[in-house]
Structures are given as C-alpha cells and as structure tokens.
C-alpha cells in the first residue's frame, strides 16, 4: 500500500507571505521607512515653520503683559511681566470678558447662521447646474463670479449697496442704516457672507453628483421613484460625504471671519465684533499679551468644533474610510485568491493520489 503525503502549498506556511497578500505595517524594511522619512521632511519643516512655530509663540506671549515700570535710571518704561494664566482670567471678567462674550456670541452666531444658508443655498445651485437644459455652461461660470471676487472687493461691494442712499434702501423704499450699530449690520454681514462664499459649497457637492451613475437614477426612475424619492434616497446619501466636508471647510472658515464685517461694517462695532476683529483690536493697542489670548481661546474653538464635527458628523476630510474600505476589499480578494489556489493544490493533489492509486492497483 503506497501512502501518499499532500504537501502544503506553497507560501502557505505560518509566517510566510503569500503573493499579491497585503504586507504589515510592521513588515517594513528599514529603508523603506528611511524613505518615507525622508520624503515627508519637507512637509513637516514647512509646516513646523508656518503653524507650529507661530501657535507656541501665540502661547508664550500669553502669559506675559506689558507693564509701564520705572528701570535703573528712573525713566519709565513698558516691560514685560509674567502673568501666567492671568489673560485668560480677564477673558471672563470685567470690561475684557463682556467683550470676549459678546465676540463669542457674534462668532457663533455668524458661523450657524451663514452656513445653515450656504449649505441650503449651495445645494439648490448643485441641483440646478446638475440639469441638462440650454444654458448650463452659462450658469456654471456665473456662479463662480461671487467666489472669484476677493473678500476685501465683495466688502466693498456690499458697503456701497448698503450706503443709506444705495441699492437696498432704494428698492425697499426705506432709510435703514445697514452699516451702523444694531441687528440691520448682522444682516447685512449675512446676506454678504452666503452670497460670496455659497457657490463654494454648490461646486463641491455638483463635483459629488458628478460620480453618480446615471443607472442609478434610471433604476429609480423605472420602479416609479419622482424626483422628490430620488433626491432623499439617492442624491442625498450618496452626496453626504462630499456635503460634510464642504460644511466642514465653511464652517472652520466662519469661524475665522474678520475681512467682510472689518471692510463692511468697520472695527470696533460691537454687533458685528467678532474674535479675529477682538484680537486684531488688542494687538492694534499693543496689547499683545490680551490679543495672544484671544487668538489661542478661538484657535481652541475652531479646534474643538472641528474635532466633534468629525467625531458626531463623520466627515472623512483626509480618506481615512475609502483607504480603509480599499484595504479590506483588497484583503478579501487576497484570501480568495488564497483560498483558491490552496483549493487548486488539494485538487491537484487529490487528483496525482487517485492516479498513482490506480496505477499501484493495475500493476498488482
């Protein structure tokens, strides 16, 4: 009787990779990761020079304040004291903290509000310049005049509408001061605001239906789906990657908002003060220690909102999913691959037994 051994295919071995199979992160070789190293040095240095640099010296300057003082001659002279954590102390009391609040309260109200508008406003525009219908090309390139024109012009722009003998009381028929102080400047800031920075939003999510199959909508079209079932079912869910990212990058940028109510409405208006425009003021004061601050508390603020967007929301703002997504399918393809050709060989072997059985049996 002729015993017949079935070999391990080859690669199948523990510790052995497998062709085309995926290679740890551990499995690098050293050179490998000298080169990735090497690669990215740029990167990093740049970005080491214009964020990291300025944000610690940002925090540095913080814990300092000028001083008037006498020095050894007995002239007076403005030094440098330590503080500490006393400039954020002042955030929240006395005349500083009233005017920190209300920046606060006009930053976030701004940024809710104009983005809640963009991103409704963007949306319509996506849909409509995502129609087929004479004139398109046309519509297209209009709605990227507003986002063209710089944020100091479109201020410009604005303020010569809003002047008490311009456009919008004119065709109101009224005299409303819109550059003043009061809820008439919050509006105007607004509608300024969607208005330039809306087709940004638009463009992003038509770039999303872009990569929509048209089979898809066909599909939808033949099961008796309108164009309201598609849109909530199909434009909607397929389009939410591109939307939060969109709203993500707006609502960051809102945040920082200080050229268009500066230019608009000008400094030093409390309905309009936002925290760039607060921090501007105190560094225009020479009081760098208060301006430090206030730029360290909003960096910390677009921080956190940006953080909890992406955690609650999902936004994949660097591909992390698709990599990941990627990665796994490669991986199944791989152990089907493997599970095939392992399949194969026992095949294979199975088949050489049978043979060298029969033949075994015939010659006896």
């Given at each position: 009787?002729?015993?017949?051994?079935?070999?391990?295919p080859?690669?199948?071995?523990?510790?052995?990779?497998q062709?085309g199979?995926?290679?740890?992160?551990?499995?690098?070789?050293?050179?490998?990761?000298?080169m990735a190293?090497?690669?990215l040095?740029?990167?990093?240095?740049?970005?080491?020079?214009?964020?990291?640099?300025?944000?610690?010296?940002?925090?540095?300057?913080?814990?300092?304040?000028a001083?008037?003082?006498?020095?050894?001659?007995?002239?007076?002279?403005?030094?440098e004291?330590?503080?500490?954590?006393?400039?954020y102390a002042?955030?929240?009391?006395?005349?500083?903290?009233?005017?920190f609040?209300?920046?606060?309260?006009n930053?976030?109200?701004?940024?809710v509000?104009?983005?809640?508008?963009?991103?409704?406003?963007?949306l319509?525009?996506?849909?409509?310049?995502?129609?087929?219908?004479?004139?398109?090309s046309?519509?297209?390139?209009?709605?990227?005049?507003?986002w063209?024109v710089?944020?100091?012009?479109?201020g410009?722009?604005?303020?010569?509408?809003f002047?008490?003998?311009?456009?919008?009381?004119?065709?109101?028929?009224?005299?409303?001061?819109?550059?003043?102080?009061?809820?008439?400047s919050?509006?105007a800031v607004?509608?300024?605001?969607?208005?330039?920075t809306?087709?940004f939003?638009?463009?992003?999510?038509l770039a999303?239906?872009?990569?929509?199959?048209?089979?898809?909508?066909?599909?939808?079209?033949?099961?008796?789906?309108?164009?309201?079932?598609?849109?909530?079912?199909i434009?909607?869910?397929?389009?939410?990657?591109?939307?939060?990212?969109a709203?993500?990058?707006?609502?960051l940028?809102a945040?920082?908002m200080?050229?268009?109510?500066?230019?608009?409405?000008?400094?030093?208006?409390?309905?309009?003060?936002?925290?760039?425009m607060?921090?501007?003021?105190?560094?225009?004061?020479?009081?760098?220690g208060?301006?430090s601050?206030?730029?360290?508390?909003?960096?910390?603020?677009?921080?956190v909102?940006?953080?909890?967007?992406v955690?609650?929301?999902?936004?994949?703002?660097?591909?992390?999913?698709?990599?990941?997504?990627?990665?796994?399918?490669?991986?199944?393809?791989?152990r089907?691959?493997?599970?095939?050709?392992t399949?194969?060989?026992?095949?294979?072997?199975?088949d050489?037994?049978?043979?060298?059985?029969?033949?075994?049996?015939?010659?006896?």
């Open positions: 009787m002729t015993t017949t051994t079935t070999a391990p080859a690669g199948a071995q523990t510790g052995t990779p062709p199979s995926p290679r740890k992160r551990g499995n690098r070789s050293p050179g490998e990761g000298r190293a090497m690669l040095s740029p990167t990093i240095l740049v970005l080491a020079l214009v964020i990291v640099y300025p944000l610690l010296s940002a925090v540095h300057q913080s814990l300092f304040r001083e008037s003082g006498l020095d050894a001659d007995g002239f007076v002279s403005d030094v004291s330590f503080v500490g954590l006393a400039n002042d955030l929240f009391v006395g005349e500083s903290g009233r005017r609040l209300n920046a606060f309260a930053t976030t109200f701004f940024t509000t104009t983005v809640f508008l963009e991103t409704v406003l963007g319509c525009l996506a849909l409509a310049m995502n129609r087929a219908f004479r004139g398109r046309f519509l297209r390139a209009s709605i990227l005049v507003p063209a710089p944020t100091a012009v479109s410009l722009l604005w303020r010569w509408i002047q008490s003998d311009g456009i919008a009381n004119n065709l109101l028929g009224s005299e409303i001061l819109w550059t003043a102080e009061g809820s008439a919050k509006v607004i509608i300024a605001e969607v208005w330039k809306a087709p939003i638009g463009l992003l999510v999303g239906m872009q990569v929509i199959p048209g089979e898809v909508y066909e599909a939808a079209r033949i099961d008796g789906a309108g164009w309201w079932r598609q849109l909530g079912s434009t909607l869910p397929l389009v939410k990657p591109t939307l939060l990212v709203v993500l990058f707006r609502m940028d945040l920082r200080f050229d268009l109510p500066f230019v608009l409405i000008g400094p030093g208006k409390e309905s309009v003060e936002t925290l760039s607060l921090a501007w003021d105190e560094s225009n004061q020479l009081r760098y208060s301006a601050a206030f730029a360290v508390m909003l960096f910390l603020y677009v921080a909102v940006a953080i909890v967007f955690k609650v929301l999902g936004a994949d703002v660097t591909g992390a999913k698709e990599l990941k997504l990627m990665s796994k399918k490669t991986a199944r393809k791989n089907f691959a493997a599970n095939h050709a399949a194969d060989a026992d095949q294979s072997n199975s050489q037994a049978t043979a060298e059985q029969k033949k075994t049996e015939a010659t006896r």
